[in-house]
């Protein structure tokens, strides 16, 4: 995109500068794992992704304000070529100062958490009970922010106390609060359509006013652990509606888990296309009842 000046370069995402006050953040095809983007895109997931964060920002607008303006990318983008690259896949956004941490929330006792535990009882400093099992649901639902890390490295987990002398303790307050107040409405939302929010990541920013706004992606396959309800049992690991096709092939090569990653076989990107679809229509279609099968993958 050639109209806009390109402000950062993520590795799913790209933002370009409308002027001061304003952002374009286009969501692309490119997937990454293991922190390492890999050089086959997955067919429409920039727009899957999109369409789901959008939808949550509207549903969770009474909660917490958030970055959209509401703006329509056409009265940015001009040029039609430009229009066609984005379509679907661009909002237009406050430009806002990022807090330097991501606010995590697990529901459910799995992943690097479930590591900690099984070494010493606790999840990120925080001691938890004995004798709970692999993707346990925990009673209470544990904050724990994260320090972003450069590209191909990973993200630090640190302390509550540690996350409140980063960003300050009004900040670190706001964000816990609003982090729980989110994920509660979300499990309970997409409990009803038949998914469970096992953990997942919010990131904010400051306005100009100092006022606290959540921005990024919210509640996607990408920022979440999502697992079908139908599938779930404590003690063992549920498959996940994200790229763990993509995972699952990269563990089988002779990889070192470093830049550059291998292509992936067009197999796995369209089943990998077929998850992100099926939460989407999941999560935006109507509560189904109880026991209701989900929508079927290819």
Not at 21 to 43: E, G, N, Q
Not at 212 to 239: A, C, H, K, N
């Amino acid at each position: 995109m050639r109209s806009l000046p390109l402000v950062h370069r993520g590795k799913v995402r790209d933002s370009y500068a409308v002027d001061d006050d304003l952002l374009l953040i286009v969501a692309t095809d490119r997937l990454s794992a293991f922190d390492v983007v890999l050089p086959t895109p997955v067919p429409g997931k920039g727009q899957i992704l999109t369409a789901i964060s959008n939808f949550w920002f509207h549903k969770t607008a009474h909660l917490v304000p958030n970055h959209l303006t509401g703006i329509a990318v056409e009265d940015i983008v001009t040029d039609q070529d430009e229009r066609a690259q984005v379509a679907g896949r661009a909002v237009v956004v406050k430009r806002l100062r990022p807090i330097p941490a991501e606010a995590v929330v697990r529901g459910y006792l799995i992943g690097s958490g479930w590591h900690d535990y099984q070494q010493n009882g606790e999840v990120c400093g925080i001691p938890l009970p004995p004798g709970l099992q692999m993707a346990q649901q925990l009673e209470t639902p544990l904050f724990t922010p994260a320090t972003k890390a450069a590209a191909g490295h990973h993200d630090q987990n640190i302390s509550y106390a540690e996350f409140a002398q980063l960003v300050g303790p009004d900040i670190a307050r706001q964000c816990a609060d609003f982090t729980s107040e989110l994920y509660t409405f979300a499990a309970g939302f997409a409990a009803a359509r038949g998914i469970i929010i096992a953990d997942t990541k919010f990131e904010f920013g400051l306005d100009e006013h100092g006022q606290v706004i959540l921005m990024d992606e919210i509640l996607t396959p990408d920022s979440s652990r999502f697992w079908p309800q139908s599938t779930y049992r404590e003690g063992s690991s549920p498959p996940s509606y994200d790229k763990q096709f993509v995972r699952d092939y990269l563990d089988t090569l002779d990889w070192d888990k470093q830049a550059p990653g291998p292509a992936i076989p067009a197999d796995i990107l369209r089943k990998t296309a077929a998850r992100y679809r099926e939460a989407q229509e999941l999560l935006t279609g109507p509560a189904r009842e109880p026991g209701a099968p989900s929508v079927k993958t290819s």
